[in-house]
């Protein structure tokens, strides 16, 4: 992991109501709020958003019982973990507030060819909530 390069306190501050809203499991409204992030974010900080994205679409899909759409998201959101790694994204900040590090395991624990309960786990994580941020 690299010493506090890519992510940083300013785009913690952007992922912030995302992030709340990822862990009401109001993934829609997640996805929603950190899209114009992805979409205004030209360089490839914009894995991390997408990421959260493609994760939260994928939990909509777990909760629905639509197991073919959980399966390509989660596939699509693979490829953006790896993104974040090969372009040094991930940073101290990253990992600290949100447990990158957890959160990457758990989507990576996702078999190629998943069953619905394959998702379990992933659909049980939370970040760090954004209240406790001040006290790390």
């Excluded at 990822?22 to 914009?46: I, M, S, T, V």
């Excluded at 994928?58 to 390509?72: P, V």
């Excluded at 490829?79 to 590090?101: A, G, H, M, P, T």
């Amino acid at each position: 992991m690299q010493k506090d390069s890519g992510f940083t306190q300013e785009n913690l501050a952007i992922v912030r109501r995302g992030v709340e809203l990822f862990n009401a499991q109001k993934y829609w409204e997640c996805h929603e709020d950190l899209e114009h992030h992805w979409l205004e974010e030209p360089g490839p900080l914009r894995n991390v958003y997408w990421a959260i994205i493609q994760v939260a679409a994928a939990m909509i899909h777990y909760r629905d019982g639509n197991l073919t759409g959980a399966r390509g998201l989660i596939f699509k959101a693979k490829q953006k973990f790896d993104r974040c790694e090969s372009n040094f994204i991930e940073s101290q900040v990253l990992d600290k507030y949100l447990s990158w590090s957890v959160l990457k395991s758990l989507v990576r624990q996702v078999p190629p060819e998943p069953e619905l309960n394959d998702f379990k786990n992933l659909f049980e994580f939370r970040f760090i909530s954004p209240d406790k941020w001040n006290e790390l």
